[in-house]
């Protein structure tokens, strides 16, 4: 720290050996002023006040510099720097470099010590010269990233900038005479800046890697003494785009991209579709087959063992032979087994309704010519869903097991056969109030088959069987 002054605005200035600092009171905090924003030199050697008694403006304040490079008049407009003026050896100062604690007030006089002896002047005496300059840009340019040769570009039309450069630049002037090389500038380019630079004496501006748009580049100077030019002149900047850049060819890439999603779409749903097609065929072809097996059987097995079963019983009736009553009735019972196989694989009898009927009607069959009371309860009215083949025969199946063990082996006065349908499940009941058999057959092939059948559903089959209580065989699955 070089030295701590205080003007009669109330700003506290601190000089330093990296420049010149201002209390900030509203953020305690120090805004440092240095050669990038105008000074002379980074070294601030002191401050002297002129006095201002007789100025109008109570807000402002001329400040008086020295430092490592020379002299500045800082313009103080209430806690800002508004504007500095360096007074260099063009100016006939013979001092660049000035001394710690060398410098005072005489009078109207400031004096400031240096390594070549005492600069001493009036400040009342320095006139500020207070005509704005004329601005004029003076040249334009752009560099290709091809051939990297410089190219003039013509400023009395808007500056087109071709594809492909990699630099663009201007230079510009104010036409103020007096102490040329102390003329400072700021400069703008509209639509890519959103701020002014700082001001300076360069004379140039350089604008690499701007992207493709329409843009408004601005320049605004001052004289010597700071007098600012603010109406700003200005010149139209148009970067053409790369061909991939432009609006045409994204909205073509655009439509690209659209008619590929289309295509894409197109391609996935005919191939679903073809699928689907594929599928429907196979399974109309599947059902063909059905029921040309179907056919098949009924017309050749069918009647094959018919006329064994016609043969056998006329044999039997003519000589009364063992023999041949054993045919008829393991004809009988084929033939039965035939029937059974064509009805679940005849896809005719798909539907639910279908199931139901059939097994009300083999139901009433089996029990016939037996001296057991039956009972049967099935819903009258279902959906008319489609069932697998494999389901129908396993339901049925599992059916026809528990009615003929009951038959055969319950000694049963009364039969219950039930099917009850609740939301997407069914439960078919079979109960006798016979002997239990199912206790002393629990090892048997029947009961086998029923428990591979009731998994082949993945159903739940439960036998309840008491010696002389009866037998329930219930079955709970859930409707494909």
Excluded at 244 to 255: A, Y
Aim: a neutral charge; one cysteine or more.
């Amino acid at each position: 720290m070089l030295f701590v002054y205080e003007d009669k605005l109330s700003n506290l200035w601190v000089g330093t050996y990296s420049g010149l600092n201002r209390l900030n009171k509203e953020t305690d905090t120090f805004d440092l002023y240095t050669v990038d924003n105008g000074l002379p030199g980074d070294v601030v050697i002191y401050l002297l006040e002129v006095d201002s008694s007789e100025s109008s403006q109570a807000n402002t304040t001329e400040l008086w510099m020295s430092s490592n490079r020379g002299l500045a008049k800082l313009y103080i407009n209430d806690t800002k720097i508004e504007g500095i003026r360096i007074f260099d050896v063009s100016y006939g100062i013979h001092n660049t470099e000035f001394n710690r604690n060398a410098a005072t007030q005489v009078g109207d006089k400031f004096y400031f010590g240096g390594d070549r002896g005492i600069t001493y002047f009036s400040p009342k005496q320095i006139v500020d010269n207070p005509n704005p300059p004329t601005l004029a840009i003076t040249s334009a340019y752009q560099i290709n990233e091809i051939d990297k040769q410089h190219k003039e570009i013509n400023i009395h039309k808007p500056i087109v900038i071709g594809t492909g450069t990699l630099v663009f630049g201007f230079e510009f002037t104010a036409l103020s005479f007096s102490y040329p090389h102390h003329n400072q500038y700021s400069y703008q380019l509209q639509g890519f800046e959103s701020n002014w630079s700082s001001a300076s004496q360069q004379r140039q501006a350089h604008y690499p890697n701007v992207p493709p748009g329409q843009y408004l580049f601005r320049v605004r100077g001052s004289n010597a003494d700071g007098q600012w030019n603010q109406k700003a002149i200005a010149i139209p900047v148009i970067v053409l785009p790369w061909f991939w850049e432009t609006l045409w060819f994204q909205l073509i890439m655009l439509l690209l991209v659209i008619l590929l999603i289309v295509i894409a779409v197109v391609y996935i749903m005919r191939n679903r579709y073809n699928k689907h097609l594929q599928k429907i065929k196979y399974q109309q072809a599947l059902l063909n087959e059905r029921n040309r097996i179907s056919q098949d059987m009924h017309d050749e097995i069918g009647a094959s063992l018919s006329e064994i079963v016609i043969y056998s019983q006329q044999q039997a009736m003519n000589g009364s032979s063992k023999p041949f009553e054993n045919i008829a009735i393991k004809a009988r019972g084929v033939l039965e087994s035939i029937g059974e196989i064509i009805w679940a694989t005849n896809p005719r009898n798909d539907k639910f309704n279908t199931l139901l009927a059939y097994m009300r009607e083999q139901a009433v069959t089996m029990i016939e010519g037996v001296s057991i009371k039956a009972v049967l309860s099935f819903p009258e009215k279902t959906d008319n869903r489609k069932l697998t083949a494999e389901f129908r025969r396993n339901v049925y199946l599992i059916m026809k097991e528990a009615i003929i063990n009951a038959i055969k082996h319950a000694q049963a006065d009364k039969i219950i056969i039930s099917v009850k349908i609740n939301n997407n499940q069914m439960k078919l009941l079979i109960q006798d109030d016979g002997n239990g058999h199912i206790q002393q057959r629990k090892n048997g092939m029947g009961l086998k088959n029923m428990h591979k059948r009731a998994e082949a559903l993945h159903a739940d089959l439960s036998i309840q069987s008491l010696e002389n209580e009866g037998c329930k065989i219930e079955l709970v699955c859930v409707l494909p």
